[in-house]
């Protein structure tokens, strides 16, 4: 059986178009949203009339973007696929519902369903044995959200409107990567370059352990690292490359704060590569206890971004 409940209106999909406040507010029948970063604005046109529409056949060809999550080569969101932003849980799904993501459709238990407010897009709701048979396994969370990919900046556009970004280079691990985007978005770092060897950020696991704040920190690719850091210096940023060499500068004795400065953080294991390093216009580790050798990259991120913003 389906039921169908009307549901207030909400602001639908975003473009981007020129400006340079970070801000939101109202013009005319629009939300404008300058979010940080980013040298222009996401123009949100209203939504048509969303509808809460109740589902009990997990076959239902209307769930087939959220089908067989648990199957790697099935998976909507996975490289080579149909690029889908997946968000899970109601805090999540509500930084979607808020980003310039376009919402394609939500699914869910119904009172997760209803924690989230206007709805922008069609929320099928069902029960827990449905959903999960649906996506390949339980989800504790309760509800998920489905959006198409936004335009990114270019790496020229984040050098050019913030003072402060965190370069990566062969960052594989989404769980480390979705961290990272947390601590960026606590920590006011302007936005995210992805050099070589990077993870997709809006890979499912990283949104959900960014906590959607990836959907908010502006990212660009930066395919060639070594022309990236001269683009970085042409812009006016000092770049400071993290590792736990003892030839490397104590952190906590360079004054980063004073100038536009890029933190070059390496992979989970061997860290930044010695080209990398040399590229840098300094190299700084963080002191740590004897016996200890290195921090996770995410908390090392952290630390670094305390440093400088």
Request: glycine letters at 10%; hydrophobic letters at 40%; proline letters at 7%.
């Amino acid at each position: 059986m389906t039921q169908r409940a009307p549901a207030r209106q909400r602001p639908n999909r975003c473009s981007l178009s020129p400006s340079g406040n970070n801000q939101r507010e109202r013009a005319g029948g629009s939300l404008v949203v300058r979010p940080s970063g980013l040298r222009g604005v996401f123009t949100c046109r209203e939504w048509d009339t969303a509808r809460v529409i109740e589902i009990d056949d997990p076959a239902d060809p209307r769930l087939d973007d959220f089908r067989d999550l648990s199957t790697a080569d099935r998976r909507p969101d996975r490289p080579g696929g149909r690029g889908l932003v997946i968000a899970e849980g109601v805090v999540v799904v509500e930084r979607l519902l808020a980003s310039p993501y376009p919402v394609r459709s939500l699914l869910g238990v119904r009172r997760r369903v209803e924690a989230l407010g206007d709805l922008p897009a069609p929320a099928y709701v069902t029960s827990a044995e449905v959903m999960a048979e649906v996506v390949g396994f339980h989800l504790n969370r309760g509800v998920l959200a489905v959006a198409d990919r936004a335009p990114q900046p270019s790496p020229d556009d984040l050098a050019r409107d913030a003072t402060t970004l965190a370069v990566l280079e062969g960052v594989g691990d989404h769980e480390n990567l979705g961290s990272l985007f947390r601590n960026a978005a606590a920590l006011g770092i302007g936005g995210i370059l992805l050099g070589p060897g990077c993870s997709d950020p809006l890979y499912r696991r990283s949104v959900r352990v960014s906590m959607g704040h990836v959907l908010r920190v502006p990212f660009a690719q930066l395919p060639d690292l070594s022309s990236g850091l001269d683009m970085l210096r042409h812009n006016g940023f000092t770049v400071a490359a993290l590792t736990p060499r003892a030839s490397a500068e104590n952190l906590a004795d360079l004054d980063l704060r004073s100038s536009r400065t890029a933190v070059l953080l390496g992979s989970e294991g061997p860290g930044l590569t010695e080209e990398a390093i040399a590229a840098a216009d300094v190299a700084v580790r963080i002191p740590m206890a004897s016996g200890v050798d290195s921090l996770n990259v995410a908390t090392a991120g952290a630390i670094a971004f305390y440093a400088i913003s």
